[in-house]
Structures are given as structure tokens and as C-alpha cells.
């Protein structure tokens, strides 16, 4: 029987205006769906994995829409809660060469942003569970979420999962002091931390020296000293960074370091360089992989391997949603980057 891994979050309706164009440049937006654990949760389900995500939706067109995507993904909808008004929206433009992509947000009021912090019977849906994943975007959406999400944690423990937060700090959703008030308490019962440079500051007031993201180049020499502190700060053993190197919109430097406290060693991966073709759910798809990896038994450095190639494969795809398989990921995690054509 495959791992249940259970996510929790809002999933959104996606607007996007055709290939490279601004927003209503032509009077045409494709509409999809996506947010953070919804796509981590669609990787596991692509990856075998008895992937179960919870959410709050309303029963109209939108939300069954949203319901039927879901499913038809192959993800566990039982938990899903419905009620409230409006499923939330973000319009994505996206970027080329010196323009960068924008999001913007439409999400205010949303069903899950007003679902009762009791609505979900938590220790039902963590029964049998091996691995539970949030991110700090959940939390942001109001207080109930921000309860909603310490409760699921708990459950989550008292159940023997293992408990991963990608910390995911969104400046549109909240501060930085109300992020640390939230999120610095819940680190106590978090086993894997997952960030980037940004989110380590902003969320848990840790910086990583020499590192400057819009420069087009990292320096890993101060991720360790950042990792360790997590660890020793909060307490989680593990903690994994992403390292994006912004060389342009387009072409982005793909890479990720690992903290694995338990040997006090900083495990390193492999580096590509992407052609982007859709940024949004890069960070999703490195979760994802790490915890289909993990599960599988794979040691850290191996594990690493396995999330940095499903993550680079995924900016390649249009859309929040990694659509790749395990032999797919297997295949450039080891070495084939050729492109070439599969017959």
C-alpha cells in the first residue's frame, strides 16, 4: 500500500493571459488552477503516493471545478470541506529575459480564509498518515487558518507523521513581525524546514550571509551557519534551502543545499541552468520530491538529488502542476540533460 501523505491549503483559480503577454494586453485569460500544497499534493499523487489534500471550497461551479481538477489528478479529495462564497484568484503574468513575472492576488474572503479553525477532524485525517506538508502561505490567509494549521501539525505528531513547512513567505499576505509571531512557534513540532534565503529572514529572522538574490549569483558558504541555527534556534533536524540564481526572467541557476543535523552535514546538489517556461510551483515540486524520495527510503544527499531534478523539470512545464513521473526525474537526477527527443 502506498504512503498517505495528507496536505493542507487554498487552492486558486489561476488567470493568465496568453504566453508572454501583459495582463489584458488581448481580452483573453486561460483559466487553471493551483496554490502551494494543492500542487505538492498533485506531484505526490503523479509519484504513487495515496496523496490526501484538505481544503475548504464552495459548492458552485467554481469550486467543483476546482474539486473535479483535484480528482482528476488522482488526489484523495475526502477531506475536502465545502462551504463559503468564493474560491480565491491570482492573475499570473509571465516574465521574459529583464521583465519579470507578476502575481497578483484576488483572494480576500476566500472559503478557506473563513473555514472554522474546528471545521476538520483533524485526527481523522492524520489516521494511518506518514507525512504531513504545509506552508506559511496557509497560516497568512487569517487567524482561523493560522489555527487550522497549529492544529494539524499536532494531529499530525500525535499520529507519528512526519511534518514538513515550506516557509513560503508571501509580503502581499503579511508582515514580517505578525510571520514570526505565527510561524516561529510551530517550528517546535516541524521536521523538515524547507526555504529560500528570503524566507529564513523574513520568516524566522535568520539571515544568509552573503547571499543576494538579485545579484544573479549565490555564495553557499553562509547556508550552513543559517541552517544550523535553525536547528539549534527551533529545533527541526532538517532543513533544506533552495538556491535560485536570477540570471535573467528567463534563465534561472537551479540548485539547493540540505542540513541533515543528525550528521552535522551540508549535503550540496547538482546545479541547471533553466529556461523557464513557468516558475510558479518550482518550490511545490522541490517538497514534493523530497518527500516522495524520503519515503522511498533514500538518504538525504539522494533525496536532494531527487527534489533539485523534479523541481527543475517542473519550471519547464506550463502551469502550477508538475506533470512528470518518477522514471522522468530518475533519468536527469542521473545525468541526462541531453534534451534530445525520447523514441
Not at 534551502?241 to 540540505?258: I, K, M, Q
Not at 523541481?311 to 502542476?321: E, R
Request: glycine share 10%.
Amino acid at each position: 500500500m502506498p504512503h498517505k501523505v495528507v496536505t493542507f491549503g487554498e487552492i486558486m483559480l489561476r488567470l493568465s493571459p496568453p504566453g508572454f503577454e501583459r495582463l489584458f494586453q488581448s481580452p483573453v485569460l486561460s483559466a487553471t488552477f493551483g496554490g502551494g500544497e494543492a500542487n505538492v499534493a498533485i506531484s505526490l499523487a503523479h509519484f504513487g503516493l495515496h496523496s490526501c489534500y484538505v481544503t475548504r471550497l464552495p459548492a458552485h461551479a467554481i469550486g467543483e471545478g476546482a474539486m473535479r481538477t483535484l480528482r482528476g489528478e488522482g488526489v484523495d479529495t475526502s477531506y475536502v470541506v465545502r462551504g463559503g462564497d468564493r474560491v480565491g484568484i491570482y492573475f499570473a503574468e509571465t516574465g521574459a529575459s529583464q521583465r519579470a513575472s507578476t502575481v497578483v492576488y484576488d483572494r480576500a474572503h476566500s472559503a478557506i480564509s473563513e473555514m472554522a479553525a474546528d471545521a476538520v477532524d483533524w485526527s481523522a485525517v492524520m489516521s494511518s498518515a506518514a507525512w504531513f506538508h504545509v506552508t506559511g502561505i496557509t497560516p497568512a490567509l487569517g487567524d482561523n487558518a493560522a489555527a487550522a494549521t497549529c492544529a494539524a501539525i499536532r494531529a499530525a505528531k500525535a499520529a507519528g507523521a512526519r511534518v514538513s513547512v515550506d516557509l513560503n513567505f508571501r509580503k502581499k499576505l503579511w508582515s514580517e513581525s505578525r510571520a514570526q509571531r505565527t510561524m516561529k512557534p510551530l517550528m517546535r513540532d516541524v521536521d523538515v524546514v524547507i526555504a529560500n534565503e528570503e524566507d529564513l529572514q523574513s520568516v524566522l529572522g535568520i539571515a544568509v550571509a552573503g547571499a543576494d538574490v538579485t545579484g544573479g549569483a549565490l555564495d553557499v558558504s553562509g547556508y550552513r551557519a543559517a541552517a544550523e541555527r535553525v536547528t539549534r534556534d527551533f529545533g527541526p533536524p532538517i532543513v533544506a534551502v533552495t538556491l535560485r540564481e536570477s540570471l535573467s526572467a528567463s534563465d534561472n541557476g537551479w540548485s539547493a543545499v540540505l542540513w541533515d543535523a543528525s550528521s552535522r552535514t551540508l549535503h550540496q546538489s547538482q546545479r541547471y541552468v533553466v529556461r523557464l517556461v513557468d516558475r510558479i510551483g518550482g518550490g511545490d515540486s522541490f517538497a514534493a520530491g523530497f518527500i516522495y524520495a524520503s519515503l522511498d527510503g533514500r538518504p538525504p544527499d539522494a533525496a536532494l538529488r531527487f527534489a533539485v531534478a523534479a523541481s527543475a523539470l517542473k519550471q519547464t512545464i506550463y502551469g502550477d502542476f508538475n506533470r512528470v513521473t518518477v522514471a522522468e526525474v530518475e533519468a536527469l537526477a542521473h545525468g541526462d540533460v541531453s534534451g534530445r527527443v525520447q523514441r
